[in-house]
């Protein structure tokens, strides 16, 4: 094979070929010295061909996205493409990755990238070219540190959705040991913020060996569509509740004899009941759960959130938020006790690895990302990061639930009467159509 027909058949060599473009003030600095952060600057061609071109044309830019969801990363990011592989419509998106950069490029190119853009809210994915080239987990988070202190000092309120660093393998450099101990420090840096929510994208695509499966890294690297596809999923979610997808009202159609417990609109009917107390542990892990206490009840009448804002009314939808803790264990009860015999039935959608519970007057039955999160992780019907319909029937004191008709148990014992009570423990679960009426004959 001549050397043109090698070039048509593999473009990115007559690319990589070209000479990099004379300096100027978009290409990569030179001189690391007085840079913000830590670890050195990836150097080869490619990477800094991307650095100068992408940059310069996203200058260019700036009015045009201005007000967008900004997505920053490296290549995985970059893979996404300008237009998102038409995952989000409707929503105004723009790409900052940059193939094969670091926490440090990041952190330095983070202003005129994506600051100037006044971004909407900005979706973070960075750390698993750090550990390649051996940049240390510590300096790896104190970048990390830099850059989310950074966009506070710019703008407080912006959402921020921080992607867990992906599985990959050792034999790429980036075993999952290293990976761990990534994402512990950034979860350790945004613990408690409520700016900022942590999205389980490592559980949501390790395989059993805590290593990238085939199924959607073909390198163990870098996604392919349907790995796409599965993260856009886990992020529609986060969207919708920050009010840039699902914006229309849902509509909910009673069947005869049911009763609605959700209007859709606001927390009527709904609210906090008092708590048994807790004894404190005598030493508390940094990353244990937060245990709700409540003292006296409290209903939520008109209201279109809890207190503590963490369940809300949005359209149809009462979302359970990402606990700014990563774990906060609380329930939001029914202000109405059933004794009858009853039907319960309403749908629920679950971010990667979320785990809640729906209180059957009192007992709880498991209302997770069941393959992730378990206990029911054989079901062939459940879909992921999607809408799943529970159904559950009391009859005799005992209940019977089923998820998309697939049985999940049908000896669940509870009390003669009691709410009906929904759980936030970790991740973002959401319900809807949410209504009760008659135990079938």
Not at 177 to 197: K, L, M, S, W, Y
Request: proline share 9%.
């Amino acid at each position: 094979m001549n050397l043109r027909s090698l070039l048509l058949c593999f473009p990115l060599l007559a690319f990589a070929a070209a000479p990099l473009p004379p300096p100027d003030q978009w290409s990569l600095p030179a001189d690391e010295a007085g840079l913000p952060g830590e670890g050195a600057l990836r150097r080869y061609d490619a990477y800094a061909r991307r650095w100068h071109d992408a940059r310069k044309e996203w200058a260019g830019r700036v009015a045009q996205d201005r007000g967008a969801v900004v997505f920053l990363g490296d290549s995985i990011t970059q893979g996404w493409g300008p237009a998102f592989r038409d995952t989000f419509p409707g929503m105004k998106l723009a790409n900052r990755g940059i193939g094969g950069d670091t926490s440090r490029g990041m952190l330095i190119r983070l202003q005129e990238d994506v600051l100037a853009l006044q971004p909407a809210a900005i979706v973070l994915l960075l750390g698993t070219n750090d550990i390649e080239v051996g940049i240390a987990p510590d300096a790896i988070g104190r970048n990390f540190q830099k850059i989310i202190a950074a966009i506070k000092a710019h703008n407080a309120q912006v959402p921020v959705i921080v992607c867990r660093v992906f599985p990959s393998a050792a034999d790429k450099k980036r075993p999952k040991e290293t990976i761990a101990a990534v994402n512990a420090r950034f979860e350790a840096a945004v613990r408690g913020d409520p700016q900022f929510t942590v999205l389980d994208t490592w559980t949501l695509f390790a395989g059993p060996d805590g290593d990238a499966p085939a199924t959607w890294f073909p390198d163990r690297l870098h996604l392919n569509p349907a790995g796409y596809a599965r993260w856009g999923a886990a992020l529609r979610p986060l969207f919708a509740t920050l009010g840039f997808l699902d914006t229309e009202p849902d509509a909910l159609t009673l069947e005869p004899g049911f009763t609605a417990l959700f209007n859709g609109r606001d927390l009527t009917g709904w609210g906090f009941r008092p708590t048994p107390p807790r004894k404190a542990p005598v030493k508390a892990k940094a990353d244990a759960p937060v245990f709700v206490e409540v003292k006296s009840a409290v209903a939520f009448d008109g209201r279109t959130a809890s207190a503590d804002g963490r369940y809300r009314a949005i359209n149809g939808r009462l979302v359970v938020t990402t606990p700014a803790e990563g774990r906060r264990v609380q329930q939001l009860w029914t202000t109405k006790e059933f004794p009858e015999d009853f039907t319960l039935k309403l749908e629920f959608r679950a971010t990667p690895n979320a785990d809640s519970g729906v209180f059957v007057r009192q007992p709880q039955l498991q209302c997770r990302d069941y393959p992730l999160a378990g206990p029911y992780t054989q079901l062939q019907r459940y879909r992921p990061q999607d809408w799943n319909e529970l159904v559950i029937v009391v009859r005799g004191g005992v209940a019977r639930a089923e998820c998309n008709g697939e049985l999940l148990t049908d000896a669940l014992k509870v009390p003669a009467t009691g709410p009906i009570g929904l759980e936030g423990d970790r991740g973002q679960m959401e319900y809807r159509r949410i209504r009760i009426g008659p135990a079938p004959r």
